[in-house]
Each structure stands twice: as C-alpha cells, then as structure tokens.
C-alpha cells in the first residue's frame, strides 16, 4: 500500500510504501436443500448474516439456481458463529 506524506515545513511531498499484512478472507457458503422455505431462508440471512432484502432474496435465488452461493466473506473468526447459527436454523452452510 502506498501512503503520500505531506511535510507542512518543507512543502513536500513523499510517496511512502507501507506493508500491510491482510487476513486470509473465507467465504460462508449457503447451499440448496429441499426443506427450507424461500421466506426462511432470506430472513435467516438478514438476521444472521445482515443482509438488506434485495441482497437475500437475491442469495437465495442463486442457492436455488445454482446450488450454493457465497453470502458472506470475512475472517474465520467472524464467520464461524454466523455458520452455526445457519445451521443451527436448518439451514446446509459451510465456511470456505
């Protein structure tokens, strides 16, 4: 990452690189079953994952269609308590 330094006493300016070390980002994947209602699924996720409408029933959407979507990235430490409560509500998900 780079960083512009404006020194106010010498009106000058340096391009600084600053390393940046970023956390792996996993995905918490949602994946299609034959028991859970549209309706449950998209209020799952904006309960548990704090999706807006649109962007649920659009996930759920593409878990019906395509069989699994990736509806939330972030550290393994994020997503893990967010999985189980997707599982905990019956619903097949798994972080990736």
């Known amino acids: 990452m780079n960083w512009v330094i404006f020194n106010e ?8 690189k600053v390393a940046t070390e970023e ?7 949602l994946f299609n079953d034959d028991v859970n209602t549209f309706e449950w699924v998209i209020v799952s996720l904006i309960e548990v994952c704090e999706h807006e409408l649109n962007q ?8 019906h269609n395509k069989g699994k ?10 997503l893990k308590p967010k999985c189980q409560s997707l599982l905990d509500r019956g619903l097949s998900a798994e972080i990736l």
């Open 9 to 16: 006493d010498t009106q000058t300016i340096t391009k600084k």
């Open 23 to 29: 956390a792996p980002q996993y995905e918490l994947t």
């Open 56 to 63: 649920a029933e659009q996930c759920a959407l593409i878990v």
């Open 69 to 78: 979507c990736a509806v939330k990235t972030g550290s393994y430490e994020e």
